[in-house]
């Protein structure tokens, strides 16, 4: 064996040696934001937060050493959150649209995007495209993963994202090619037509 081939072996040891556990913590602003996004109020985020972590913990015999944890935790996050949404089936009905046209306004402040406004948009869309935007956009996640962790072609996810980013340019009044002149840097992701590169 080359010493080459003995610190390759090595690093797979420590790999292998380390806790997914440990890791978790570090997780935790990305998965509040995303079940934030979901559930839409604060307490609510936090308890789905809380039982994906409970079940990560008591699952991790699961997770496969060296594979994505952070798509892994999502994953968990989304189907707890979905699974608990069909068994209490409490939607909130705008069938005609009336209360989410009172929403939206667009700011008439020196043109610049108030990020209350981009909220206000951004929670009119549906359920799969403001997932979609949020885990391809602000969570930086790649096409391939997010359609892995969703269970559908990477073609539904690219659609339902630009489909999102569509229907909020439409909410905010944006012009075609007009800019967003916001410095939030989760909201230029949502918005930007490209995928970010992941390092």
Do not use: C
């Not at 340019?169 to 970010?196: F, G, K, R, Y």
Request: overall charge negative; cysteine-free; hydrophobic content about 40%.
């Amino acid at each position: 064996m080359t010493p080459a081939d003995k610190s390759g072996g090595e690093r797979k040891d420590a790999i292998a040696q380390t806790d997914p556990r440990e890791e978790l913590v570090e997780h935790l602003p990305a998965l509040r934001a995303f079940a934030l996004s979901l559930t839409r109020e604060g307490a609510s985020a936090d308890d789905l937060v809380q039982d994906t972590i409970v079940k990560a913990w008591t699952n991790m015999d699961k997770f496969q050493a060296g594979t994505n944890l952070r798509a892994w935790l999502f994953t968990i996050l989304r189907n707890t959150f979905y699974s608990a949404r069909r068994k209490t089936k409490r939607e909130v009905s705008d069938s005609d649209g009336l209360h989410a046209a009172r929403l939206s306004t667009r700011p008439d402040h020196d043109g610049r995007l108030a990020l209350r406004d981009f909220r206000v948009a951004f929670e009119q869309l549906p359920d799969e495209q403001r997932e979609a935007l949020i885990l391809v956009g602000a969570s930086g996640f790649s096409y391939e993963e997010v359609a892995e962790m969703t269970g559908v072609a990477i073609g539904t996810v690219k659609s339902r994202a630009n489909r999102g980013r569509r229907k909020l340019a439409e909410l905010l009044h944006l012009e075609e090619n007009e800019e967003l002149s916001m410095n939030d840097q989760v909201t230029l992701a949502v918005m930007a037509p490209n995928q970010p590169v992941r390092r």
